[in-house]
């Protein structure tokens, strides 16, 4: 059964919509396990829009902490305990994508990084990151984290405009596959995200 979750080289880079987009492509339920800030959408409630899905398809949040900070400094000023041993892939009919909170080595607590939790997870990850100025370091470090604690790679989607040289770079200094590019969308809605997801990613790489 397809289980994938989707990472970010830094936050704000496009990780959510690609979430959303890939969830409706599989016809998958969607997870984010933590989740950081409360004032406006949270992420399961953008994804749910955006992918169109109804409320049996979004598995509600094991944390979910007010502020907009890493998770471990949202949970200490809410007075919550993290305990990352409660962070585990839940079974559901169907494919699951898990979306991670901001970038690869973001804190859960003062001891651990989110990439430890997902190294225990064993699951296929999916890389997301932006193509502008910057994008090559963010990228590489993150590549590079994850490997290093085992976690599967099926390779990079960037998020932005098109910038050859840099996605050629990440790719062949990263030894990853490049998967596709999803641009800005103007107006970011269900029916143009999933246009846009169908002409830029291949569904077959994330199955299996």
């Known amino acids: 059964m397809t289980r994938i979750v989707v990472l970010g080289t830094d936050t704000d ?7 959303a ?8 339920t969607y997870w984010k396990p933590v989740q950081s800030g409360l004032d406006g959408d949270t992420d399961s409630q953008t994804v749910q ?23 471990h400094r949202s949970a200490e000023i809410d007075g919550v305990e993290i305990d990352p041993e409660t962070l ?4 559901v009919d169907g494919p699951l994508v898990i979306e ?3 970038g ?24 997301v990151g932006r193509t502008a100025l910057g994008a090559i370091n963010h990228a590489l470090l993150s590549i590079e984290a994850l490997r290093a604690r085992g976690v599967p790679l099926l390779g990079i989607a960037f998020s932005g405009e098109e ?6 770079t990440i790719a062949e200094m990263g030894a990853i596959r490049e998967l596709g590019r999803l641009p ?21 790489d994330f199955r299996g």
Do not use: C, H, M
């Open 100 to 102: 991670g909170a901001g």
């Open 184 to 204: 800005v969308l103007d107006p970011l809605t269900p029916q143009t995200l999933k246009t846009a997801f169908a002409e830029a990613f291949d569904r077959g």
């Open 21 to 28: 987009g890939l969830t409706a492509a599989l016809g998958a």
């Open 163 to 168: 910038i050859a040289d840099t996605q050629r």
């Open 88 to 91: 585990t892939p839940p079974s």
């Open 49 to 71: 829009r955006l992918a169109e899905l109804p409320d049996d398809r979004v598995l509600p949040e094991t944390y979910r902490l007010n502020s907009p900070l890493s998770p």
């Open 104 to 127: 690869v080595l973001v804190p859960l607590t003062r001891q651990t990084l989110f990439a430890d939790v997902i190294a225990r997870w064993n699951l296929p990850a999916v890389l």
């Open 13 to 19: 880079v496009g990780k959510t919509v690609f979430a």
